[in-house]
């Protein structure tokens, strides 16, 4: 199976705000199929829809088991997702498919409850914290067409601004060897 390109950084697409998913069809699962390849093929936890340009409240979580080993049980596939509760402060350190190589800590809320859809179309409510939390988060924000890094703060944006225009260079250089 084709894995599918993921948009990085500063691509515009990623700004975008994605429509709920309105049929629950083979073409959405096949979407999801192909975007579960890709992450794990980029040692990626989530990715939303969006990462690969298509504009669809859909996105995939899969932080692992205890030990971090991902396969289909740990996966939760998360469609036209919507925060019901959310609490506390949580600080760690993220990283995102889309702004790859760079990795900062942000805050978010500490546990979350969530109400979204399968891929069936089956309505489903689940508790997060920690890492899962995290997850729900930080996929959620693509879906509204934010990136980790804009929840930065002032100086550690500017470093990350610094860091990527290096990142950027040396990828450059990579491609011409
Ligand atoms: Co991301």
């Known amino acids: 199976m084709p894995l599918l390109d993921i948009v990085t950084y500063p691509n515009k697409i990623l700004k975008q705000i994605s429509k709920p998913v309105e049929r629950f069809d083979e073409e959405l699962h096949k979407l999801l199929d ?12 989530g990715l939303a829809a969006i990462q690969v340009g ?30 019901l509760v ?8 993220e990283g995102c498919l889309s702004v790859p ?21 089956k309505e489903h409510i689940m508790d997060a914290e920690g ?12 879906l509204d067409g934010h990136l980790f890094i804009e929840r930065l703060d002032y100086i550690k944006r500017k470093k990350f601004e610094k860091e990527w225009k290096k990142l950027l260079k040396q990828q450059k250089q990579k491609r011409k060897k």
């Open 54 to 83: 298509v504009p669809r409240r859909a996105l995939i979580i899969d932080i692992g088991d205890e030990e971090g080993k991902q396969s289909k049980n740990t996966l939760i596939e998360v469609i036209n997702p919507e925060f």
């Open 101 to 121: 190589d760079y990795f900062d800590e942000v805050e978010r809320y500490a546990t979350v409850k969530v109400k979204f859809f399968d891929r069936y179309g």
């Open 34 to 45: 192909d975007m579960y390849e890709t992450m794990i093929a980029k040692n990626g936890v």
């Open 131 to 142: 890492l899962l939390s995290v997850a729900f988060q930080h996929e959620t924000d693509h």
């Open 86 to 93: 959310w609490d506390g402060i949580h600080k760690d350190t």
